[in-house]
């Protein structure tokens, strides 16, 4: 193959993996997630954009330590962040399998 033929190809598939990110974008910012923490105390609905949507806590909870009720927020946060990273790493992965794009340049070289 020559370098034009190589070119071509590579514009082919960069413009496949384009249209397969917008596609994937799409679905992403439709994901919904619901993390929680203190065992389904406190409740995190988030979309794939990172945006909260709701948030649910249990009343037994507001009994309790202002400084606990703030801790399971945040870990309820943080588990909603988690499941959407792996779902946009998990959505990445399934688009760019089968694609034959070239990775050699994104291999780095130590040149010490």
């Known amino acids: 193959m020559d370098i034009n033929q190589n070119l071509g190809n590579l514009m082919k598939e960069a413009q496949k993996m384009?249209?397969?990110?917008?596609?994937?974008?799409?679905?992403?910012?439709?994901?919904?997630v619901i993390g929680e923490s203190g065992g389904g105390l406190v409740k995190i609905?988030?979309?794939g954009r990172h945006n909260a949507l709701k948030a649910e806590i249990n009343k037994s909870i507001?009994?309790?330590?202002?400084?606990?009720?703030?801790?399971l927020i945040i870990a309820a946060?943080?588990?909603a962040v988690n499941k959407v990273e792996v779902a946009s790493k998990d959505k990445i992965s399934k688009l760019t399998a089968?694609?034959?794009?070239?990775?050699?340049?994104?291999?780095?070289e130590d040149k010490e």
């Not at 397969?20 to 910012?29: G, P, V």
């Not at 089968?98 to 780095?108: Q, R």
């Open 18 to 32: 384009q249209q397969r990110m917008q596609e994937a974008q799409q679905q992403l910012s439709e994901l919904v």
């Open 45 to 47: 609905t988030m979309n």
């Open 62 to 71: 507001l009994e309790e330590d202002v400084d606990m009720l703030e801790d």
């Open 77 to 79: 946060i943080n588990n």
């Open 98 to 108: 089968g694609l034959n794009i070239p990775t050699d340049f994104l291999k780095s």
